[in-house]
T-cell receptor, first 114, second 110 residues
Framework: DTEVTQTPKHLVMGMTNKKSLKCEQHMGHRAMYWYKQKAKKPPELMFVYSYEKLSINESVPSRFSPECPNSSLLNLHLHALQPEDSALYLC?????????????FGSGTQLSVL | GQQLNQSPQSMFIQEGEDVSMNCTSSSIFNTWLWYKQDPGEGPVLLIALYKAGELTSNGRLTAQFGITRKDSFLNISASIPSDVGIYFCAGLTGFNKFYFGSGTKLNVKP
């Protein structure tokens, strides 16, 4: 099983709303990631959790707040977003490693901020 | 951050033709990954490469890890309409940080 499950598939929110994106994997991976992807662009790294601790934050604005409740779950809490935050948000997971490995993506949440 | 140069940016080919694309970097990578992405979906892992010079196949796809460790190549043989999509390379330097190429958009005419 190489599945990473993301919910919801689509989300429309206003700039004053609070919402959360959810991600789950059961591959025993101890590294989980959030990426943001604009149309026709490559995924951009936002956050990395290793062993449920935040290990990389790519200077993401505080209106995005990640959370890793356990080794299988990853959330991204959204608050006071801007229209330019509209994008495909991808969750990914992998083993924790330093030099080799595979990164598996979920199908993404298409977010529209009005 | 790291820059991965992926080329070509887009390709228009006839069904049955072979396709080649590549990624180059100014830095050494320890892992190269190749992904295919359909619109509105997440990238799907096609091939993973771990050693310089390694040649790996997955059906009609063949990828190589360059000898210098600064480049990688993906070939698709006998293309079919379902090969349409955007192909990304990704390189890993260390400690769970992957860098992505800008993508190659493949169009296949039946």
């Amino acid at each position: 099983d190489t599945e990473v499950t993301q919910t919801p598939k689509h989300l429309v929110m206003g700039m004053t709303n609070k919402k959360s994106l959810k991600c789950e994997q059961h591959m025993g991976h101890r590294a989980m990631y959030w990426y943001k992807q604009k149309a026709k662009k490559p995924p951009e790294l936002m956050f990395v959790y290793s062993y449920e601790k935040l290990s990389i934050n790519e200077s993401v604005p505080s209106r995005f707040s990640p959370e890793c409740p356990n080794s299988s779950l990853l959330n991204l809490h959204l608050h006071a977003l801007q229209p330019e935050d509209s994008a495909l948000y991808l969750c990914a997971s992998s083993q924790v490693f330093s030099h080799s490995g595979k990164l598996f993506f979920g199908s993404g949440t298409q977010l529209s901020v009005l | 951050g790291q820059q991965l140069n992926q080329s070509p940016q887009s390709m228009f080919i006839q069904e049955g033709e072979d396709v080649s694309m590549n990624c180059t970097s100014s830095s050494i990578f320890n892992t190269w990954l190749w992904y295919k992405q359909d619109p509105g979906e997440g990238p799907v892992l096609l091939i993973a490469l771990y050693k310089a010079g390694e040649l790996t196949s997955n059906g009609r796809l063949t990828a190589q890890f360059g000898i210098t460790r600064k480049d990688s190549f993906l070939n698709i043989s006998a293309s079919i309409p379902s090969d349409v999509g955007i192909y990304f390379c990704a390189g890993l330097t260390g400690f769970n940080k992957f860098y992505f190429g800008s993508g190659t958009k493949l169009n296949v005419k039946p």
